[in-house]
């Protein structure tokens, strides 16, 4: 089981980034891959999910519009697109994958890669 999330770094308000997460064969074979992150002194809190199909994804309200989820197969990537980019969004960001739609609670994930971090400054 592996899971690695890359791409984070420092940006300007408005700005953009993209977030990659790499999975083995095995994981990425999970009916639910998502998104979390975690701001410092707050919760873990969902952010963007993705079906193994591909065709239903499920965002936070606090993203929605912002943010796109998208996956590879052939790569076996799944892939968080962010764009204009708030202060707000600064956290550690985290794939999952799990077993369970619409992937929106924790509880639902198995799996747990380290976080990659965004910062994003005013």
């Known amino acids: 089981v592996q899971l690695q999330a890359s791409g984070g770094g420092l940006v300007q308000a408005g700005g953009s980034l993209r977030l990659s997460c790499a999975a083995s064969a095995r994981t990425y074979s999970s009916p639910v891959m998502g998104w979390f992150r975690q701001a410092p002194g707050k919760e873990r809190e969902f952010v963007a999910a993705i079906s193994r199909s591909g065709y239903s994804t499920n965002y936070a309200d606090s993203v929605n519009g912002r943010f796109t989820i998208s996956r590879d197969n052939a790569e076996s990537t799944v892939y968080l697109q962010m764009g204009s980019l708030k202060p707000e969004d600064t956290a550690v960001y985290s794939c999952?994958?799990?077993?369970?739609?619409?992937?929106?609670?924790?509880?639902?994930?198995?799996?747990w890669g380290q976080g990659t971090q965004v910062t994003v400054s005013s």
């Open positions: 999952a994958a799990g077993n369970t739609w619409p992937g929106d609670r924790i509880n639902q994930y198995n799996y």
